[in-house]
């Protein structure tokens, strides 16, 4: 028998996840371990929406409970993100398709301690967590008005003027950054789940593209359920990623 599984969208605000909350049917909140979860339906497509609050620790916390509560069948952290490298403006999308944790005082493996590995490209290539290729391509695909772009998102807790933000692109090979991102892909790593960003790159304060970006993610989950990754049977070869393509609404 084949059962749904639901797919977990992170927030770390409350900005960022009530235009989504306010898009579901049949909603039922559960408050576990403090955080708050949102059940519902994007178009009869089963999703658990929450808000981790700011942080490496909270989103790791509120992410690995909601992990082994829910069951996902993938994840995706979606939200604000700043760029520190690249093209990217204002408006546009960037699909995080790897993370790495680029805290300073974090005493995980992920923490830079070597400056000339970083510079190196040999401490990116052993840190970076990476989303599954076909789980990219079709976060990728899912329509979105506006300039998209890919690569890799770096996090932290830390406060970084400018001149840091462009060392820590330099280093880690990252066009944005973010508190949250390498934190939840990591989780997902520890358990096995499929883990992708999806940000908006967001300079100053409005309203309506955080709307626009919240009806990208609603298309961009159904797509990824509708993909497999939203079924608890391993049905990945028999599913295309453009199946769900006609999906625009």
Known sequence: ???????????????EAEHLISSMLNTCM???????YYDGKFGGVSVIVYESGDGMVNAASATTVAVAYFGPGAVITQGTARR??????HG????????????????????????????SGMLLKQKELRAEERLAEVTLRA??????????????????????????AKAFGAEVLDRESAAIFQVAKTFGIPCIGAKLIYNHE?????????????????????AGYGIDFNVSNLINVNADESDSE
């Open 84 to 89: 520190i490298a690249g093209e990217s403006e």
């Open 30 to 36: 559960t408050t576990v371990g403090g955080w708050n």
């Open 143 to 168: 329509p979105y008005e506006g300039n998209r772009h890919i690569g890799t998102i770096a996090s932290t807790d830390s406060e970084l003027t400018e001149k840091e933000a462009m060392a820590l």
């Open 1 to 15: 028998m084949i059962m749904s599984k639901p797919i977990l969208i992170h927030a770390a605000s409350h900005a």
């Open 92 to 119: 546009d999308l960037f699909i995080a398709e790897s993370a790495v944790n680029a805290g300073r005082s974090s005493h995980c493996d992920f923490s830079p301690k070597d400056i000339s590995l970083a510079q």
């Open 206 to 226: 409005d309203p309506a593209m955080l709307q626009k970006f919240a009806e990208y993610i609603y298309v961009l989950a159904r797509r990824v359920a509708r």
